[in-house]
């Protein structure tokens, strides 16, 4: 499942078009016609940025860009033709490849467009990656609960069969509580995936803050977006390590009940530190607003 989802849509699009050519004559024609299409894309783009007079120097890599992904969809569509010693992992390498080179363009881009941007075009890319952090984490969290989870209790249910026959076997009384394995293991999802969902909510109050500064840095509907920004992230980052906590208390109290004990800090590192960045930036924002009303009042 992972590795599907990871080899998305190149392995696909090559999978459709190999089905495509081998149906005949015309079939493969128009997927020889549809793979030159595809893989002209990041030219295509190059010719639309030129066009709108939107293009820097770091867009001439979508050329190199393009010629990556005739080499990748290529292999895609032939997977036979790219040797690997480990059968079935052709898609990862290939979907790496290009997928590493599209994140080093983008990097470049962006770092370009914020050091050399206006204010507008900052704020664009703010909005921007909150978007992307809003997809990111919606994303994540969806497959917690969708893949992750079921294949949890999948395992939950196999150790707990397992501890039962080998009781049966040797004649011991089975200490183990099928109840309680499944709790731990659907409070560890639930603690993986929660963060996720409250950094979602802390984005759009994000994306709500930074609405209003655009139209007013100083006024009082900043000063209310930043406060009740800073308030819901200090809120969420008490929630998630209370449930930390007490995900380790139920492991704790029910440790001679489970297959298997995993005592561990449940503080998603990446949410700590996002919601910590937004935390001190609402309140550096805050600060500096009501230092602007004190100065306004005292002139």
């Not at 004559?25 to 783009?45: E, H, K, Q, R, T």
């Not at 292999?75 to 036979?80: A, D, F, T, V």
Request: glycine share 8%; charged share 15%.
């Amino acid at each position: 499942m992972a590795s599907a989802i990871f080899t998305f849509p190149l392995e696909s699009i090559g999978g459709f078009l190999r089905n495509m050519s081998l149906s005949g004559a015309a079939g493969n024609i128009a997927a020889s016609i549809l793979y030159g299409g595809i893989c002209l894309i990041p030219v295509l783009v190059w010719f639309i940025l030129k066009k709108k007079q939107k293009m820097v120097k770091s867009d001439y890599l979508l050329f190199p860009l393009s010629a990556l992904l005739f080499y990748v969809l290529y292999y895609s569509i032939n997977p036979g033709l790219f040797h690997t010693n480990i059968v079935g992992t052709g898609g990862i390498y290939l979907s790496g490849l290009f997928y590493s080179a599209l994140v080093t363009y983008g990097v470049i881009r962006i770092q370009g467009m914020a050091v050399k941007g206006s204010r507008k075009t900052i704020q664009f890319l703010l909005k921007f990656f909150l978007y992307l952090l809003a997809v990111i984490f919606t994303g994540m969290a969806l497959l917690e609960f969708t893949v992750s989870l079921p294949e949890a209790m999948k395992a939950a249910q196999d150790s707990y069969e397992q501890a039962a026959a080998f009781s049966g076997l040797v004649g011991m009384e089975l200490s183990v509580r099928q109840e309680m394995i499944y709790v731990t293991t659907v409070f560890d999802s639930v603690v993986r995936t929660i963060p996720y969902i409250l950094d979602v909510i802390i984005i759009f109050k994000a994306l709500a803050l930074v609405k209003e500064l655009q139209k007013d840095w100083y006024s009082k509907e900043s000063v209310k977006a930043a406060g009740d920004l800073s308030e819901v992230t200090g809120r969420t980052l008490v929630i998630i390590t209370v449930m930390g906590f007490a995900y380790n208390l139920i492991q704790f109290f029910g440790r001679n009940s489970v297959a298997h004990s995993e005592m561990k800090i449940s503080i998603p590192i990446l949410s700590i530190v996002f919601l910590l960045a937004v935390l001190l930036l609402a309140r550096y924002i805050k600060a500096s607003q009501e230092l602007k009303e004190e100065n306004d009042m005292f002139i």
